[in-house]
């Protein structure tokens, strides 16, 4: 059975402060996506990464891949209040997609 | 391009009875799934379908749950009859998943939030 272990799964900073989510897995993704959900909203896809060591970035979030394809990171500087919501990490391997529990992200003014 | 419809956006019905839910999937999108989402953590697949037959239906009760993909576009999700435990916002996806890399991302619907009473 595929797992894909993220951490943390709830997190409450303060405004401008830096934070890292993780995304582990035992197995090898062909590609590994990242989303991000509002309440009362489905799941929106923030980036695909699909070569090992591929690091993207989007404004003030950067996502890297694992050399290995096995893992990825989620880092965002300096967090702002609308960067609040549930982080999801989603990994694509025959033709499945396996998700991560999640990242509950509060950013407090 | 239009996203995926789901319909109805919330519904609250009383234990044992019956209820349905409506996908329309991006056109095109050969891939739909159903998931299941409890407040606060990640999707829990119930089925998964590529064009009209179903990959994966591993995680659905079948005794209670069904569903189906008639002309592989668009998918009803029923649940009879219901339990309270199945109080939930039930989310449908589609994805092109062109090929196993670029392509399998899942563009979700609004969800329907169902309460069990």
């Known amino acids: 059975t595929q797992l894909l272990e993220q951490s943390p799964q709830f997190l409450s900073i303060q405004e401008g402060e830096n934070l890292t989510v993780y995304c582990n897995s035992s197995?090898?993704?062909?590609?590994l996506q990242w989303y991000r959900q509002e309440p009362g909203e489905g799941p929106v896809l923030l980036v695909t990464?699909?070569?090992g060591g591929e690091v993207k970035k989007l404004k003030r979030l950067t996502f890297q891949f694992g050399d290995a394809r096995k893992d990825s990171s989620l880092h965002i500087t300096a967090a702002q209040p609308g960067d609040t919501g549930l982080y999801l990490c989603?990994?694509?391997?025959?033709?499945?997609?396996?998700w991560g529990l999640g990242t509950s992200l509060a950013v407090n003014p | 391009e239009a996203g995926v419809a789901q319909s109805p956006r919330y519904k609250i019905i009383e234990k044992r009875q019956s209820v349905a839910f409506w996908c329309n999937p991006i056109s095109g999108h050969a891939t739909l799934y159903w998931y299941q989402q409890i407040l606060g953590q990640g999707p829990k697949l119930l089925i998964q379908?590529?064009?009209?037959?179903?990959?994966?239906d591993s995680q659905l009760p079948k005794d209670r749950f069904s569903a189906e993909r008639l002309k592989g576009v668009d998918s009803t999700l029923k649940i009879q009859p219901a339990k309270l435990e199945d109080s939930a916002v039930y989310l449908c996806?589609?994805?092109?998943?062109?090929?196993?890399?670029?392509?399998?991302?899942?563009?979700f619907g609004q969800g329907t939030r169902l309460t069990v009473v």
């Open positions: 989603a990994g694509a391997s025959t033709r499945k997609l396996i």
């Open positions: 197995s090898v993704f062909s590609s």
């Open positions: 990464v699909v070569t």
């Open positions: 379908f590529q064009n009209n037959g179903v990959v994966d």
């Open positions: 996806a589609s994805s092109p998943w062109v090929t196993e890399g670029a392509g399998t991302e899942a563009f």
